[in-house]
């Protein structure tokens, strides 16, 4: 089973964050130009992003537009979720799954070292595993016929 870092290998180690002070409405924005449904809420401590919360699509819908507040006005840091459930580099695929199986989450940030390095996506591990059971089934295959 593939690692946290072999997926960020393949698919890239981009990783969007917005700061907490910032308007909802320029969150969503954001996510909608970047082609993403989370980002990490970080503030700047001593030149490096300090992670604080998460803010996702599913926060706005459920905490601004549910609720009938203003995204123009509304900062950020009060919609964001905290603390945030993040993962490091050497945990498996399948693991992930399970963490976010469990905490019912969708995006998990990857810090090395304390360090933001990347986030993953339940689709990133959702593709992962299919990938590796398509290779089981091409190996098993190549053993039956072989």
């Known amino acids: 089973m593939k690692q946290v870092k072999q997926i960020l290998d393949s698919k890239g180690y981009d990783v969007w964050t917005i700061a907490p002070e910032v308007s ?13 449904g989370a980002l990490v809420v ?19 819908a459920r905490k601004v537009i549910l609720q009938g507040r203003s995204s123009r006005k509304a900062p950020v840091s009060e919609i964001m979720t ?3 459930i993040c993962t490091h580099p050497e945990r498996t695929a399948e693991e992930c799954m399970a963490i976010m199986t469990d905490k019912r989450v ?6 090395d070292e304390g360090a933001l390095v990347g986030m993953i996506s339940i689709g990133d591990l959702v593709k992962s595993i299919i990938d590796h059971q398509q290779f089981m089934i091409e190996q098993l295959e190549s053993y039956i016929s072989g």
């Open 82 to 84: 905290s603390p945030v």
């Open 106 to 111: 969708r995006h998990l940030p990857v810090l």
């Open 42 to 60: 970080a503030e700047v401590v001593e030149g490096t992003d300090h992670v604080v919360g998460i803010v996702t699509e599913r926060d706005y």
């Open 24 to 36: 909802v409405l320029e969150a969503i924005k954001k996510m909608a130009e970047k082609g993403v």
